[in-house]
Structures are given as structure tokens and as C-alpha cells.
């Protein structure tokens, strides 16, 4: 029955959208956290997902197709360098180095996310409906 | 007699399976979304119903045919057979699946974003409230036939 299918698809775009929003909440979270060195810093990261036409549709022919977190990039683009004498990590000149976290961009990431989030769950709550009214049938 | 019953709610029952089918395909492109490469699909589903049951379209739009198709494989093993171990067992027809595989096609005229994400969430939801209240059409209308069924079966006096 490929109600269940809807419901197997919308689970994984639930999923999917969760761990988006654990790297967004990992960002906002590290965005202050400063290191002596350019190496140590920590660096914003990205979910990047992948439709799963294989696994969602196990062994029947159907054109449905979750989504999966394919990786989690890392975003390399160069740390913010600040001139801070008194911090504890300072390097030998002086500096600090603060994560290349955009806060602007991890809260329309945040936004965003949680849209797509909604949309799954709505999805998910009208199939069990329509699940449970086919229950019903004849009856 | 019991073929015949059958028979006379097959039409409904296929739309019903159609229907959920095209709710797990609208499912996925809303599930996608924000997916890098993600082509958004669809199925004409009229004349699909039309090739399920035999039946001629009434008059499904010329631009809706002139869709590029969807070339999609068949997995191997994906029909199957009833085993009938006894010559009294009535006959099991599998259901075909891979009609509305194959005839899904990507949705036209949304333009495609700069990952290739050619998903259009308000329309992608849209056609789900859509799907959702024709599936329970046909629900009401397979439940009318049952119940006309019933009726007969019972009678008057009850």
C-alpha cells in the first residue's frame, strides 16, 4: 500500500530537515567560539541532501523517493581575525580567530528548515487520515 | 457471481490505488524540496486511470501528452503472482504497479532554481490538498458502491 510510502518519504524529509537543523543550531552555538590559531577554528557547516528513489520504494516500481543527508560540508572560506591582546588564546601578535559563522544565513537556514519540516509533517498527518478513513471502508 | 461483484468495484478500487500512488509521488517532491538536482514529477492521471481500466479518456489536453517522459526501470522482481494451491481458490490478479512508474513525468513550466531544484512547494501542496480530497472521493464513492451492494444482498425487510 503506498500509503505507507508517503509515510516512509515524509519520515526521511523529517529526518532529513532535523539534522539541517542541528548543523544550523551547531553553527549558531560555535559562532563565538574563538581559537589561538587559523587551523583550530571552528568552521561553519552545511547539510547537502540526496533523493533516495532506491530505498524508499523497496521492491515495487513507484516513482516516490525520500531524501537522505548525502554529506555535511564544511565551509572553508577564512576565519574572522580580531585583535585581542587580553584573551587567554591570543596568538603572539595578538589575535583571535572567530568562526566564519553568518549568523544572518544560519537564521534563514533556521527558518527555511522548519518550513520544510512543517510541510512533512502535514503531509504525514493527511495520509494517516486518509489511512484511517480507508480503514473504515464498507463499514 | 463473486467475479462479478468484484468486478463492478474494480474501477473505484484502481482509482483508489492510483490515487495513493500519486500521493506518495507528491509526498516525495515535497520531501525533496530542498534537494540539489531534485526534478518535481507527476502523472497525467486520467489517462493513466484510462489505460488501467481499459477505458478510453474522455478528453485529456493536448499539452499534458506532449510531456517529456520520465524514463524510469522496472526493478527486477517487482510483479508478483498468487500461488493458487487448491483448484477451488479463486484466481489472484497482482497489482500492477509500474503503469504509474512509468508514465510519471518531471512537472513542466516551474522554473528551476540555481541547484537544479525544480520543486515549487506551494504548487507541490496544492496538488497534494487536491489529491487528498479526490482520494476520499473515490473512498466515498467505492463506499457507495459496497453499500448498494449490501442493500441488494440484505434486501427490503432486513
Known amino acids: 500500500m503506498s500509503l ?3 509515510f516512509k518519504v515524509a519520515g526521511s524529509g523529517m529526518y532529513s530537515q532535523t539534522q539541517r537543523l542541528n548543523t544550523v543550531a551547531s553553527n549558531i552555538a560555535n559562532a563565538e567560539t574563538v581559537a589561538n590559531s587559523e587551523d583550530t577554528v571552528y568552521q561553519a557547516r552545511k547539510v547537502v541532501f540526496e533523493a533516495q528513489l532506491k530505498r524508499a520504494m523497496g521492491n ?4 516516490s523517493a525520500g531524501v537522505a543527508v548525502k554529506e555535511v560540508t564544511v565551509n572553508d572560506s577564512p576565519a574572522k581575525k580580531v585583535y585581542d591582546p587580553s584573551s587567554p588564546l591570543a596568538d603572539n601578535n595578538g589575535y583571535v580567530y572567530l568562526p566564519n559563522v553568518n549568523i544572518a544565513e544560519e537564521i534563514v537556514d533556521m527558518i527555511s528548515s522548519s518550513r520544510s519540516y512543517q510541510a512533512s509533517a502535514e503531509v504525514m498527518n493527511t495520509s494517516k487520515q486518509l489511512m484511517l478513513k480507508t480503514l473504515n471502508l464498507g463499514g | 457471481m463473486l467475479d462479478k461483484l468484484g468486478k463492478s468495484l474494480s474501477f473505484q478500487s484502481d482509482a483508489l490505488v492510483l490515487r495513493s500512488k500519486r500521493q ?59 500461488i493458487r494451491t487448491s483448484s477451488f481458490h479463486m484466481e489472484g490478479k497482482p497489482v500492477d504497479t509500474s503503469l504509474l512508474a512509468e508514465s510519471a513525468q518531471y512537472r513542466r ?25 479526490k482520494y476520499e472521493a473515490a473512498l466515498k464513492s467505492l463506499n457507495g ?14
Open chain 2, 145 to 158: 458502491r459496497i453499500q448498494t451492494l449490501m442493500d441488494a444482498i440484505k434486501g427490503n425487510g432486513r
Open chain 1, 4 to 6: 505507507f510510502n508517503s
Open chain 1, 60 to 63: 515495487q516500481a513507484s516513482a
Open chain 2, 109 to 133: 513550466g516551474s522554473t528551476a532554481s540555481i541547484d537544479g531544484n525544480s520543486v515549487n512547494l506551494e504548487v507541490e501542496r496544492a496538488s497534494f490538498a487536491e489529491n487528498t480530497v
Open chain 2, 24 to 82: 506518495a509521488m507528491i509526498t516525495s517532491n515535497i520531501a525533496n524540496s530542498d534537494t540539489p538536482g531534485y526534478k518535481a514529477t507527476d502523472v497525467n492521471f486520467s489517462k493513466v486511470l484510462s489505460q488501467k481500466s481499459g477505458k478510453t479518456a474522455p478528453s485529456s489536453s493536448p499539452g499534458a501528452n506532449s510531456q517529456p517522459k520520465l524514463a524510469m526501470a522496472k526493478p527486477e522482481g517487482a510483479s508478483s503472482t498468487m
